[in-house]
């Protein structure tokens, strides 16, 4: 059975404001060493975050034992020490990945709010039962059309890979061309910034056309109950007023 971790941890800061990068990695051993660990808002010399630390290559010296593939949702000049200012999602894995992806997904113009890129890291890990794909988002808060647009993206995505899947191409091996699949099997997790009764929850778990494997909440899967567990305001009521809820998910 695979292990796996998803946590927005926000650049490292905790409740108390204070940034601790160590703090968030005993966190995610206390019960062990999971095979993925899939972080969301992780930076990258960004002079107001964690001093402008490269934030990538601090985790991984907390985790040597991982590979890591860090996807960005943007990539900009003005970095510390020259550096680039970088702002995505990190994998880390114990599984070497037989192929990565990095998409960015759609931010349709919406100019009353304030917004950022989002994308979304695929991996394709191999198991004694078959390989599947790992994917690790964070979809927009501040905007539902762009939010909205990022699942149909996320849904697009899965259609496509399924579809090649069952119908690959031609394969040039050792090449470019070389065909590597993506496989009809399907993990994506994140924090996806909606709510259990809002649209963008509705339109994930819409069912597909036919041949298209359905998405679940895998939560819903694994709890007969139906009684879910908060993955925010939990703790920090400041931020989230509504105090604590659900916008964290596995889709599988």
């Not at 709010?113 to 078959?130: A, H």
């Not at 762009?146 to 119908?167: D, G, K, P, T, W």
């Not at 590597?180 to 994506?188: A, E, G, L, S, T």
């Not at 910034?193 to 899967?221: C, E, G, H």
Request: a negative charge.
């Amino acid at each position: 059975m695979l292990t796996i971790v998803s946590w927005n941890i926000q650049y490292g800061k905790g409740v108390d404001g204070h940034i601790d990068l160590s703090r968030i990695a005993r966190e995610i051993l206390i019960d062990g060493f999971p095979d993925l660990i899939c972080l969301q808002e992780v930076s990258r010399n960004y002079p107001a975050t964690d001093n402008g630390s490269d934030q990538v290559a601090e985790l991984q010296k907390f985790f040597p034992e991982y590979e890591s593939f860090f996807g960005a949702s943007h990539d900009r000049s003005g970095g510390v020490n020259g550096g680039r200012r970088q702002f995505g999602n990190l994998v880390l894995t114990r599984h070497s990945p037989i192929q990565v992806l990095h998409h960015l997904l759609p931010s349709p113009a919406d100019p009353k709010v304030k917004f950022m890129s989002r994308q979304t890291t695929e991996l394709v890990i191999p198991t004694s039962s078959g390989a599947f794909r790992m994917m690790n988002t964070h979809l927009e808060f501040f905007s539902e059309k762009q939010q909205l647009s990022q699942v149909q993206r996320i849904r697009e995505l899965h259609e496509e890979a399924c579809i090649q899947y069952n119908e690959p191409g031609l394969d040039l091996p050792n090449t470019p061309f070389e065909r590597v699949d993506r496989p009809d099997k399907m993990v994506i997790c994140g924090d996806f910034n909606f709510t259990l009764d809002s649209v963008s929850y509705q339109r994930m778990t819409t069912p597909f056309p036919d041949k298209i494997p359905d998405l679940f909440d895998a939560w819903n899967v694994v709890n007969s109950s139906g009684n879910r567990s908060p993955t925010c305001g939990v703790f920090d009521h400041k931020q989230w007023k509504n105090g604590p809820h659900c916008r964290d998910y596995f889709f599988l």
